[in-house]
């Protein structure tokens, strides 16, 4: 039995459709990460899922409950806001035993769960204090020990780590995955970090324009995308997309990078023209004359682990970035010929669905 | 360039801070001046008396009755149109059908001066044809005509009950903005964990409209204290001195009975008390600004 199962939901604003019809799956334990840009609809999911905001159409199953219409508090789920949606004026003790305290628990029921709750979190010693006397990381622990507390079945993280600087955010990350390892709890998090997503997913969920775009386990999603906006969203610096011709050549069509055939797809091909998409690992500078295009060093961004270069050429309007290997030296200015990896190229149609992965 | 800027800001300066000092400094210092006096109002010549007139304050009975009636209208004050109007504003903000033409209906009334809010309640307590009296005689066997106004046991009240109608707009729009600065997410935190309307107001709602209550308090205490016009209007601090409180009294005192010396010490006596809760009203905000900042 799965632990959330999504069908056909909906959701209109007035006239405007945010979410499309979306159907999910999610088991027991699974952590999901709904991922996409800004105005995706997939905190809108998550609201949906809590109950805070209803859907137009469609069915909402948790534990095999039918909870489309059931109120927030009964649906067995915890939300973990991005502001983390602290009361200023309770204790750290208070806000994680809020919803004890509703239900009017024993006093003592409440203290010795909301310490239980602390001791998973190691803020033990922040109880007695306020929220505005907390650094942003213990506030958001403090946000998952109120969502802890209530033995949800289905926790929902909305963009937690948003507001936390780089270093922190790695840091929690690594604690939610830990927590999500002891609790073995289900969990629905959402994020526009894409490297947020493939780190904690057990699978990501990609949405675009409130429709899901591909479903998968983050390697899947990131070497077989289904489309071009997956293939651009998911991996940082972002896929390479070459525009290329198609030259039909008797019973085949050959792709055309910069006038020399860089491969065969196995049908005639319709198309006049397709993009490639090759991420910058795939690309690499040849030692000889003998490459697939040449480009001129722009930008060199040196991150210490890895190098990436961004190059100019002549048939692409946007610049290619290429990753650097181990020990190679580029400077701005530098034309250099470049090869591809034909075993990692992505070929999309005009459409920007994919046509096909890898060799061809 | 920046000197030019500097004389052109002082320039636009010298005019609004021109009139706050003719209108509010000035009388201020004179009535410090005058309190020390037996001036009456017209005779140049005047003696200083020292203290006497605060000494006079202590056994003037009308001044006592007039504290009192002065305490009792800022506890109801601080009791109805705080109460009402977080009320109002609750009902509002739980998205009422017609809420804002609630709103509008509800502050229209903070828009009357309060001559206009007066001569409307004097009409409806009016013993005769008033509202109040036709409305209570028609659920009760015989024909009501109390006159509301001109009974010392209900005199006072009556006042403070049209006051407060006038002051509960004023309230409720500043409780409303109140309930608007809350950040919704914490609401959604109450409806997740399961509250009823009323744990949410009691635990969550109110407690953060801290900020909202110190000003809505502060500033009803402060009105209260200047409770003047609408009294005048509908009782002139009557019948029996009744309904009196120290601005009315002040006033009497001054250009009633020519005391012009003694209703400025009463007035000194008005602003102290003004400006110690001036004191406390910022006090508390710098509190509640600490716990919610």
Redesign the interface.
Known sequence: MSSLKLQDVRKNFGTQTVIHGIDLDVEEGEFIVFVGPSGCGKSTMLRII???DQVTSGRIFIAGNDVTFT????RQ???V?Q?Y?L???MTVAQNIG??L???KLPKAEIAKRVFAAAEVLQIEDLLGR?P?QLSGGQRQRVAIG?AII?NPRVFLFDEPLSNLDAALRVQMRLEIARLHNRLGATIVYVTHDQTEAMTLADRIVVIKEGEIAQVGNPLEVYESPANKFVAGFIGAPSMNFLKASIRAEGGRSSIQLYGAALAYLPDRFAREYIELGIRPEHLSFSESSDCDFWGVVELVEELGSESFAYLQTEFNPEPVTIRLEPNKKVKAGDKLPVSIDRNAMHVFSESGSTVAIGRI | MDRSIALWRTVFLILPVSVFAVFVIWPLLSSFYYSFTNWNGFNPNYDFVGFDNFAKIYTDRLFASAAINTVIWMVAAIILPTGLGLFLALLIDSRVPGGTLFKSVFYLPICLSAVVVGQVWVWIYQPDWGLLNTVLTYFSSEKINYAWLAKPESALFSVIVAWSWQQTGLSMVIYLAGLTAI?S??Q??C??????WW?KVR??LL??L?PATVVVIALSVINSLKGFDILFIMTEGGPFNSSDTLAMHMYNESFRKYYMGYGSAIAVVLFLVALAIIWLYFRQLRKVD????
């Open positions: 809590s109950g805070l109120h927030p508090s009964k789920v915890a939300m806001f502001s949606a009361f200023p004026h809020f919803g305290r509703l239900a306020y505005r109120r209530r | 950040p997410d914490l959604e935190v409806e997740l964990e399961g509250s009823s744990q635990l969550v407690p953060l801290a600490e716990i919610y900042s």
